[in-house]
């Protein structure tokens, strides 16, 4: 380890280790996790491992079972003990950890059955008690856990340890915190069908682990990973009390990881090298920081803050501020596809060729106006050609309501315009009956998906006929691994990387617009995302990709920071009404929550966005817009 990684991570009080992407740090675990099964077996000993549900660790469960499959990796010496189960739900619900655990794990390995051990969500309330002290009792007689998987959720939540949780919490009943139901409402149909209560291990059983791992992917993750590792221990966040155990990492990506005081101000920690990137980080925080124009900088303000060894390298603060202010200002392009017969050798796209072929992924229906409909119709005005993809249906996100008006109106309609029932009418009763007789949380037929799929596509050809794009310039996939799919569990195949790596061949175009990788790479735009990567590097040798720039932009997630951007496209006040209004056609995505709750609308959320960046580039002393939609530029 060299000096200079100990003394940027001087802060963390956690040894924290920060991998390119979450498949190669599970790789690592499971390696890990493979050998302590495979010592033990071979001293004739049992393995005790303590797991973990949620999205964070299917990635590894996946590795486990190739592991075994491939590799004779057997489980058949290995104890498990699952952190925790909501209370109140059978081991039949399909949202149960103990169905989750088979489903993503033990259905695929050797482990026997007697040596998974699940908190028991219906255990009655009187006897709960005398069941956590034989949950923990079984612990202890097996020898205690070996190696402790845990995620982290928003709260700073291991296990169910909500915040209020103390160090020595044990196994226990315990009320799950507001935000937590609120990650889960999605997996449960709506926030009212989320359990209220758990079992969870404490924080005091899971301290008593020998040798812990926590895992994290994903931006949305970030911030709660920065407290956990560089803030004093306390109860307010129960993940930061790992900072007492002796053998405890967090294996992260770099996406979680971007919070850590090492990514985020790095020259507070120790020496830097000062790469153009991390110079415009710095001058961008400095700014912010001292909320100062860039221009306005002084000598004294670097100094002051950590940077004096980049004034020694690129100063006087004078010369510096200049060069970082002409690269912020040439970000800004009100040509996203280019100038046509312009210089523009400091624009962020390429004057030639005009016009630009145009493909722009959108993972589902709505991503793209929310993350670039300003920009959509600037491309388009523009006198290009743009094709707006939609990589899958979206159906899974279509309350049952807004199926149930659809299908009465085809009912009725095919009532009035045909004297026998035909297929469409079928259809639209099929539907009907299949949704009344749905039970609470059971997936939806083929059928009720095909209807809520069209659903969306009506809205998506509504929204963007609002941008300029004509119904024939939209292609709706429907990827395949999102159809048979359902959350926390897409696991797409060669033939979705086959449908995308097509459609790009087949409109081989000058720019690509895609949302980026920082999300929980089980996401649908994780996902998607990375079905365009694999492509765009499949198609490297191909002659129209090397004339190809692929942009990046974001839908509703945390925005880019002002240093982050390389492309700034101005929206005025008129086009982010616009954009608004386009969000608005998709309907089914309003929130189904009550306003009181202080929810915010998806569009409220990219208006917030979009206008807080223009002031943040108005703050550096750029130039005053309403708003701004960023793009980054993307190499593949
Ligand atoms: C749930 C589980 C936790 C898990 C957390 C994060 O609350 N009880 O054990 O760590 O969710 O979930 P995810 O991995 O889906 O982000």
Redesign the pocket.
């Known amino acids: 380890m060299s000096h200079r990684f100990i003394e940027a991570q001087q802060r963390e009080r956690i040894v924290t280790e920060v991998f390119p992407r979450a498949d190669d740090a599970c790789l690592q675990v499971a390696n890990e996790i493979a050998a302590l099964i495979r010592n033990r077996s071979a001293e004739g000993k049992m393995a005790v491992l303590g797991l973990?549900?949620?999205?964070?660790p299917v990635r590894l469960y996946r590795q486990l079972i190739r592991m075994h499959r491939e590799e004779g990796l057997s489980f058949r010496n290995v104890i498990t003990f699952n952190?925790?189960e909501y209370y109140g739900l059978p081991r039949t619900h399909p949202e149960s950890y103990w169905q989750f655990m088979h489903k993503q794990l033990f259905d695929h390995i050797d482990i026997p059955a007697e040596n998974v051990n699940i908190p028991d969500g219906m255990v009655p309330r009187a006897e709960v008690f005398a069941w956590c002290k034989g949950y923990e009792d079984r612990i202890r007689a097996v020898g205690g856990l070996d190696f402790q998987i845990?995620?982290?959720?928003r709260t700073g939540?291991i296990?169910?340890n909500e915040p209020g949780s103390t160090r020595e919490s044990r196994t226990r009943l315990v009320t799950l915190d507001s935000l937590?139901r609120r990650d889960a409402a999605r997996d449960f149909l709506g926030d009212a069908n989320v359990p209220r209560f758990a079992i969870t291990m404490g924080v005091g059983t899971i301290l008593d682990a020998r040798s812990i791992v926590l895992l994290a992917w994903g931006e949305g993750k970030a911030s709660v990973i920065a407290q956990a590792v560089e803030m004093p221990p306390s109860d307010s966040l129960p993940a930061s009390f790992l900072q007492g155990h002796a053998k405890v990492r967090f294996m992260i990506d770099q996406a979680a990881a971007s919070a850590l005081t090492r990514m985020r101000h790095p020259w507070l920690v120790g020496a830097v090298e000062w790469t153009p990137f991390r110079t415009r980080q710095a001058v961008v925080w400095l700014s912010q920081k001292l909320q100062k124009p860039v221009l306005k900088l002084l000598d004294e303000d670097y100094s002051e803050h950590g940077m004096s060894d980049l004034l020694v390298e690129q100063g006087p603060a004078y010369g510096l501020n200049i060069r970082i202010f002409n690269e912020l200002q040439h970000t800004i392009s009100g040509w996203p596809g280019g100038k046509p017969n312009a210089d523009d050798a400091q624009r962020p796209e390429r004057a030639n060729p005009f016009p630009k072929r145009v493909v722009i992924f959108s993972p589902e229906p709505s991503h793209d106006v929310l993350g670039m409909g300003g920009t959509i119709r600037r491309l388009v005005e523009q006198g290009h050609d743009v094709t707006v993809v939609y990589q899958t249906s979206g159906n899974l996100a279509v309350p049952d309501d807004e199926a149930e008006m659809a299908a009465d109106l085809i009912s009725e309609l095919s009532g009035v315009f045909e004297r026998q029932e035909g297929a469409t009418g079928r259809f639209a009763r099929d539907v009907r009956t299949q949704l009344e007789s749905k039970t609470a949380f059971e997936g939806d037929s083929p059928q009720i998906r095909r209807l809520k799929g069209l659903l969306r596509r009506g809205e998506a050809r509504a929204s963007l006929q609002t941008c300029g794009v004509g119904k024939e310039r939209i292609r709706f996939m429907d990827l395949a691994f999102y159809e048979r799919g359902r959350y926390?569990q897409f696991n797409p195949d060669d033939a979705d990387l086959a449908s995308v790596t097509g459609i790009l061949k087949d409109l081989a175009p000058h720019q690509i617009f895609a949302t980026g990788d920082r999300d929980?790479p089980s996401s649908v735009t994780a996902v998607c995302f990375d079905l365009v990567r694999r492509a765009c590097a499949a198609l490297r040798g191909e002659p129209w990709f090397r004339d190809c720039r692929v942009w990046l932009y974001r839908g509703v997630e945390t925005p880019w920071g002002a240093a982050e951007i390389d492309m700034a496209v101005p929206i005025s006040p008129r086009e982010l009404a616009q954009k608004t209004q386009a969000i608005f056609y998709h309907k089914s995505q309003r929130s189904q929550t009550p306003v009181d709750t202080g929810l915010r609308e998806s569009w409220q959320q990219a208006e917030q966005h979009n206008r807080g960046l223009a002031a943040a580039y108005d703050g550096l002393g750029l130039a005053n817009y309403e708003a701004i939609e960023a793009f980054q530029r993307w190499s593949v």
């Open positions: 973990a549900t949620g999205s964070t952190l925790d845990l995620g982290i959720g939540h296990g169910f937590t926390r929980d």
